[in-house]
Structures are given as C-alpha cells and as structure tokens.
C-alpha cells in the first residue's frame, strides 16, 4: 500500500510555534523533504529528532520529486517541510503535491504558521477579501504586468519581499497604487524584533530611503478605494497620454486606458482628439 505525503508547517521565527501534531509527524514520517537539510537540521536537533532527510528545492524539484514520489508509490510515509512556514505557499511544495495528487496519493496537512495569513491579521486592514500576490517579479516587463493586473484590485493585497528589495518595491507599489495608500509592513512576525508598522506607501518609502531595511517582510496593503461613481476622465486622458508618451498607438492607449479605468471607449477617443492627443 502507497503511504502518504504529509505538508508540515513549521514556524516563521518562534520555535515555540511548533506543534505537537508537527513534532508528531516529523517523528513517525519515513523520510523527511528539506528544501535546505541545514535549516531543517537545526529544527531536528531542537525536536530531538534524528530522521533521514533528502533535499526539495526549487532547483531540483522535478528529479527529487519523482524520486520522493516513487518512495510513498512503495510504502514510505514522507514529511514535506521547507525553511519556514507552510510548503507550497512560495516556497517548495506545489509540484509535489500536484505529482502525488495525479499518481493517486494521498496528501494530508500538518498546518502551521503562514506569514502572509500572520501579517493580514495584523494589519488592521480589511481582512474579509484579500489576495495573495507573493514576490514580484525582478524581471522588469513580468513585473509591470504584475502591477498592472493590480491597478483596480479592490481587495486587501498581500506581498512578500527580501529586504534588500524592499526600497525598489515600495516605489513600484506607490507608483502604481498612489503614495497615499494605506499599507503595513510586517517585520520579523513572532521574532525578537517583529514589528508593524501601519501607514502610507509615501511614508513608507520615505522611513526606508533613509533607514537601511532588516529582516523578513510582509507588505499588506490596502486595495483600491470605491470608486466614487463616474470614471474620472481626467485620470483616463492622462493615462492616453502616458501611453501615448510610451509609443502606444491612439487607438492601443485609448482601449488600455478605458479598460484601466472604466471609462467607455468611444467617449475616451473622442475626448483625447477632441484635446488635441491624437
Ligand atoms: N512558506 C512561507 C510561509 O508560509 O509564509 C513563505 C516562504 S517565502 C520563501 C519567505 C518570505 O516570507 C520572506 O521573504 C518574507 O516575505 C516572508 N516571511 C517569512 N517569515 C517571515 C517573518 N517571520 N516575518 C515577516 N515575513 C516573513
């Protein structure tokens, strides 16, 4: 009979969030996935717990996978854990539970802390709808896109940063989403140094220019606000300039333009030649 993969959580800083369900598993597991063996073997010695460990990374994710597969398809029971928080969530995970779920195995959860589902609760932001967008892109044209898709997004969004990336990300979020929205930036959570700071994306950006940036992040920020009724127009024919300015044909920055902001497409062609942007 096929044994089982087991998702393990594992906490994103205080080893006291380490549950007895976890201890458990990684206990009785035949096996135990790493994304790093050297991370989790200070988990291990902490547990008390010397188990054998093999290696899922990114990198190595589809050979190791069908080698982790094949062990479960012949009866071993596999504990699945990653350097911090909840496996599959931007981090090692997904494709292996997508492999055993098509071979037929089961998959089961030890659900731990998640830093993302931490920072939302704390941010005293709308918790009721939210997405999580996880890393940006360092790749300039998927990040545009990225921020792009963003532009109207209504509910409370989630973003997780390095931070040495943080001042170039602030910037790219105010310029998207205006300095003026509402953001929490959620540091080192459950570490000696969390904090949570509950402000603007201009302000944010001004303390990071000048304050060089430590520990792991969370950004939650606020989605866009209601819209008041009528498309703004002006809004809509700035960004037909914007795009003019870009290379964008008339009729290209007029379709993107309306789509972008809501404003009907006919009416946005006639005002932008009716203000000379033709
Ligand atoms: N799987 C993990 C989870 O469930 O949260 C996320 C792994 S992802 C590779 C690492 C990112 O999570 C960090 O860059 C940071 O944005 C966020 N993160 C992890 N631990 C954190 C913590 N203690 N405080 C703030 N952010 C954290």
């Given at each position: 009979?096929?044994?089982?993969?087991y998702?393990v959580?594992?906490?994103i800083?205080?080893?006291?969030d380490i549950s007895?369900?976890c201890?458990?598993?990684l206990?009785?597991?035949?096996f135990?996935?790493?994304e790093?063996t050297?991370?989790?073997?200070k988990?291990?010695n902490h547990?008390?717990?010397?188990?054998?460990l093999v290696?899922?990374?990114?990198?190595n994710?589809?050979?190791?996978?069908?080698r982790i597969?094949?062990?479960?398809?012949a009866?071993?029971?596999?504990?699945?854990v990653?350097?911090a928080?909840m496996?599959?969530i931007s981090?090692p995970?997904?494709?292996?539970?997508?492999?055993?779920a098509?071979?037929g195995?089961?998959?089961r959860?030890?659900?731990?802390?998640?830093?993302?589902?931490?920072?939302?609760?704390?941010?005293?932001?709308?918790?009721?709808?939210?997405?999580?967008?996880g890393?940006?892109?360092?790749?300039?044209?998927?990040r545009t896109?990225?921020l792009?898709?963003?532009?109207r997004?209504?509910r409370t969004m989630i973003f997780?940063e390095?931070?040495h990336?943080?001042?170039s990300?602030?910037?790219d979020l105010?310029?998207?989403?205006?300095e003026?929205r509402?953001?929490?930036?959620?540091?080192e959570?459950?570490?000696?140094h969390?904090?949570?700071v509950r402000?603007?994306l201009?302000?944010?950006?001004a303390?990071y220019r000048?304050?060089q940036?430590?520990?792991e992040?969370?950004?939650?920020?606020?989605?866009?606000?209601e819209?008041s009724?009528?498309p703004?127009e002006a809004?809509a024919?700035e960004r037909?300039?914007?795009?003019r300015g870009?290379?964008?044909?008339?009729r290209d920055?007029?379709?993107?333009?309306?789509?972008?902001?809501g404003?009907?497409?006919?009416?946005?062609?006639?005002?932008a030649?009716q203000?000379g942007d033709d």
């Amino acid at each position: 009979m096929a044994g089982i993969l087991y998702l393990v959580g594992t906490p994103i800083g205080n080893l006291g969030d380490i549950s007895l369900r976890c201890r458990e598993v990684l206990e009785e597991a035949d096996f135990i996935a790493a994304e790093d063996t050297r991370v989790t073997l200070k988990l291990l010695n902490h547990l008390d717990l010397h188990k054998p460990l093999v290696s899922y990374y990114a990198h190595n994710s589809r050979g190791s996978g069908d080698r982790i597969l094949e062990r479960i398809r012949a009866g071993e029971t596999c504990a699945l854990v990653t350097d911090a928080g909840m496996p599959a969530i931007s981090d090692p995970g997904e494709d292996l539970v997508r492999l055993c779920a098509e071979a037929g195995v089961e998959v089961r959860a030890v659900p731990g802390p998640c830093a993302a589902v931490t920072a939302l609760a704390l941010s005293g932001l709308p918790t009721q709808r939210f997405t999580f967008e996880g890393f940006l892109s360092v790749t300039r044209k998927s990040r545009t896109e990225h921020l792009e898709s963003l532009r109207r997004e209504k509910r409370t969004m989630i973003f997780y940063e390095a931070p040495h990336k943080l001042v170039s990300t602030l910037e790219d979020l105010a310029a998207y989403f205006g300095e003026d929205r509402p953001v929490a930036l959620c540091r080192e959570l459950t570490k000696l140094h969390e904090e949570v700071v509950r402000t603007v994306l201009g302000e944010a950006l001004a303390r990071y220019r000048e304050e060089q940036p430590r520990g792991e992040f969370v950004l939650v920020v606020a989605g866009a606000p209601e819209e008041s009724g009528e498309p703004d127009e002006a809004a809509a024919l700035e960004r037909v300039r914007a795009l003019r300015g870009e290379g964008a044909s008339l009729r290209d920055a007029v379709r993107q333009a309306a789509q972008e902001t809501g404003m009907n497409k006919n009416a946005l062609y006639k005002l932008a030649t009716q203000s000379g942007d033709d």
